[in-house]
């Protein structure tokens, strides 16, 4: 294997960029903020912002330099890049890294390095600060070593690198692009099941009792109030799934709220605000102890008029056809309110075909998301196989 040499031997680390004091006031330049530094050397990077001499907040590059993130989680994901604006120079946030290659250096080869899983791994014990503002040092970068190659050699790695990851990324494309048609077929099991009955719509208040949660409240009333844990937005995702893997909270409840504020098998949640109102989840098994937050309506369907199932499919189905956008209050941020919630009309046929409809499409659908977690399990490999594969070339572990 190659010796090693420090990164500060092959690119300069948040160096000055001199072209900034000769750009007029007012000039337009390219700029990367974080969301636009993907992972896997991805970016978009036709956003422009107007430069001031006074603003000195954001961070200076050249064309071609390489952004490095520098603050958790973001560093630890992958996403560093090589700029390729339509100008000489530009703007990123201050939440990044300048690497500026030396002469006789090839700068794909440095950020292959930089996606390695040796890269990713080391930053992890290199992070300073506390909490969700833990970061990278420009001491770390400068220090990081990389094996000491030829100029020959770093152009022929990348070059290999380039072409194996190339082949690893449509794999991956098409795997996206075959788990998106099944995430449509989905929709339309429900379209032609439901086409089937011919249901007349109906409010959901008249097929179910609809009941908004409790504010958050940090301390007790009276000296009988209970502390619970409680059901919140975040733990309704896209699609009916509920995700008990988020981090629980938990509130004080009155006597009477504990018994109000109940959590069932068969109530179906409903996301009433934010960026994920509307969406909607029927609860399999009862939730002992639980309460819930102001975030979210509870439904629980009337038996002899609705299941929950079949409700919060019909929910999430008016969703993803922008009908709950209508019905929310867009002026500002989103609220699909308990009232409107009432209000809102769904298809509803008889609780036996309701029943019989989802016999059919719950097992249609049970079989579609088996696929789709396959697809995106084998994706996960091809992704860590990526890696391996970076590594194990950008160390001399394996040589090409």
């Not at 934010?274 to 309460?291: I, K, P, T, V």
Request: glycine share 8%; charged share 25%.
């Amino acid at each position: 294997m190659a010796g090693t040499i420090s990164l500060f031997h092959v690119a300069e680390v948040n160096p000055l960029t001199p072209q900034f004091k000769e750009l007029p006031d007012g000039s337009e330049v390219p700029f990367m903020p974080l969301e636009n530094i993907w992972a896997y050397g991805k970016a978009n990077q036709s956003e422009r912002k107007v430069w001031k001499k006074s603003d000195t907040s954001y961070t200076q590059f050249e064309n071609g330099d390489l952004l490095v993130p520098k603050v958790t989680p973001t560093v630890f994901h992958g996403r560093s890049m090589i700029t390729d604006i339509d100008s000489k120079i530009g703007l990123a946030t201050s939440e990044v890294h300048v690497l500026r290659c030396k002469p006789g250096v090839e700068p794909r080869w440095v950020l292959f390095n930089l996606l390695s899983g040796k890269f990713l791994d080391e930053a992890r014990g290199a992070v300073y600060g506390v909490g969700g503002l833990q970061r990278i040092s420009t001491q770390y970068l400068q220090s990081y070593k990389l094996a000491n190659f030829s100029l020959g050699t770093q152009r022929r790695i990348a070059d290999y690198l380039d072409a194996e990851t190339a082949q690893i990324d449509a794999l991956v494309a098409e795997l996206d692009e075959y788990v998106e048609l099944l995430e449509n077929r989905k929709d339309q099991i429900i379209e032609s099941q439901l086409q089937e009955f011919h249901a007349p719509l109906c409010a959901v208040g008249f097929i179910g009792d609809v009941l908004l949660g409790k504010m958050v409240n940090s301390r007790p009333t009276t000296n009988t109030d209970e502390l619970r844990p409680y059901l919140r937005a975040a733990h309704v995702q896209p699609r009916g799934v509920m995700d008990f893997s988020v981090q629980e909270k938990q509130m004080w409840f009155t006597p009477t709220e504990v018994k109000r504020l109940d959590l069932r098998a068969g109530d179906v949640v409903v996301v009433e605000g934010g960026a994920g109102y509307g969406r909607s989840s029927c609860l399999q098994e009862d939730l002992h102890g639980w309460g819930f937050q102001n975030s979210i309506n509870r439904i629980r369907p009337l038996p002899d008029r609705a299941r929950g199932e079949f409700v919060s499919l019909m929910i999430n189905r008016a969703l993803s056809r922008g009908e709950i956008s209508v019905a929310a209050n867009m002026a500002t941020i989103p609220h699909f309110t308990a009232e409107k919630l009432a209000r809102f009309r769904i298809p509803m046929p008889s609780v036996g075909d309701q029943e019989k409809f989802l016999a059919y499409v719950l097992d249609e659908l049970a079989r579609t998301d088996t696929i789709i977690t396959e697809c995106r399990e084998l994706k996960e490999l091809l992704l860590k196989r990526r890696q391996v594969l970076i590594t194990d070339v950008v160390t001399g572990k394996v040589e090409v």
